[in-house]
C-alpha cells in the first residue's frame, strides 16, 4: 500500500491509544470530536482542492453519500411522516413468509425488520447492508436504478405529494414556500438559479394544479446531488 502521508500523526494517535488504556472508545471520541473531523467539504475552488486534491492533509471533509436508511428517513421527514417512535412489533401478522413482503411502515429505518429475501426497495437500491451475510464495509454504488427509482418509483412519488401537500399548507406564498422547502430537504437556503428555476416551473404550472407542480419540485429535490451526499 502507499505510505502514510501523515506518520507523525499516525504515532501521535497511537501513543495516544496507549496512554488512554488502549480504549478504542476514548480514541474514537478524541477523533470524532477533532477539528479536522468537523470540517466541512468546500467547493472545488478552494486552494485545498488544487494543493492536496486527494485530501491526504485533512484539510476538508471528504464529500460522501448518505447512507440508506438516512436517506429513506429524510424524505420522510420533508413530507412530514416519518413515525418518531420506536419497539412493538414491526412484521406484520398475516404474513407466512418474506418473499413479496410488503414495507409499509412509516418508522424510522432502524426499525424496519431486516428480511433476507425482501428488503425494502430504497435500501436496496442505495446499498444498504445484505441481511444475509456479515458486511464489514458497505459497496457504495452508483448506477442507473438509483436515477430511475428517485424519479418513478411509487415511495418517493408518495412522499413528494406528501410533502407538495405540506409545503402549501405551511406557507403562504411560493417566495416563502421555496425557501422552506429547500430547508426541509437540502438543510439550506435555495440558490438564484434554483429560485429561477423553481419560479419558472410554479409559474407555468395551470391554476388549481399547485400540488402537481410543487410534488415535481420536491421529487427534483430528491433526486438532487445536494440531498443525497453530505459535504
Not at 470524532?32 to 494543493?51: F, H, I, N
Request: charged content about 25%; glycine content about 4%.
Amino acid at each position: 500500500g502507499e505510505a502514510p502521508a501523515q506518520p507523525e500523526l499516525l504515532d501521535w494517535l497511537a501513543r495516544r491509544f496507549i496512554n488512554g488504556d488502549w480504549s478504542v472508545k476514548s480514541l474514537v471520541r478524541e477523533i470524532a470530536l477533532s477539528r479536522a473531523y468537523r470540517l466541512a467539504a468546500p467547493a472545488d475552488e478552494s486552494p485545498w482542492a488544487k494543493v492536496d486534491p486527494e485530501n491526504h492533509l485533512f484539510a476538508r471533509a471528504p464529500r460522501r453519500r448518505i447512507e440508506a436508511e438516512s436517506l429513506r428517513d429524510s424524505i420522510l421527514v420533508a413530507s412530514g411522516r416519518l413515525q418518531l417512535q420506536g419497539g412493538g412489533p414491526t412484521i406484520q401478522a398475516n404474513k407466512a413468509n418474506d418473499f413479496s413482503y410488503e414495507h409499509d411502515l412509516l418508522l424510522r429505518s432502524v426499525y424496519l425488520p431486516a428480511l433476507r429475501n425482501s428488503m425494502p426497495e430504497i435500501l436496496e437500491t442505495f446499498n444498504a447492508a445484505d441481511p444475509s451475510r456479515t458486511t464489514g464495509r458497505r459497496d457504495i454504488g452508483t448506477v442507473a436504478p438509483q436515477a430511475l427509482f428517485l424519479l418513478n418509483n411509487r415511495f418517493i412519488l408518495e412522499e413528494a405529494r406528501a410533502a407538495a401537500a405540506r409545503i402549501l399548507t405551511d406557507g403562504k406564498t411560493d417566495e416563502e414556500r421555496l425557501e422552506l422547502a429547500s430547508l426541509r430537504v437540502l438543510g439550506r437556503s435555495p440558490l438564484p438559479s434554483e429560485k429561477q428555476l423553481a419560479s419558472s416551473l410554479l409559474a407555468s404550472s395551470p391554476a388549481g394544479k399547485e400540488v402537481e407542480a410543487w410534488t415535481t419540485l420536491f421529487q427534483a429535490y430528491f433526486a438532487c446531488i445536494d440531498f443525497r451526499y453530505l459535504e
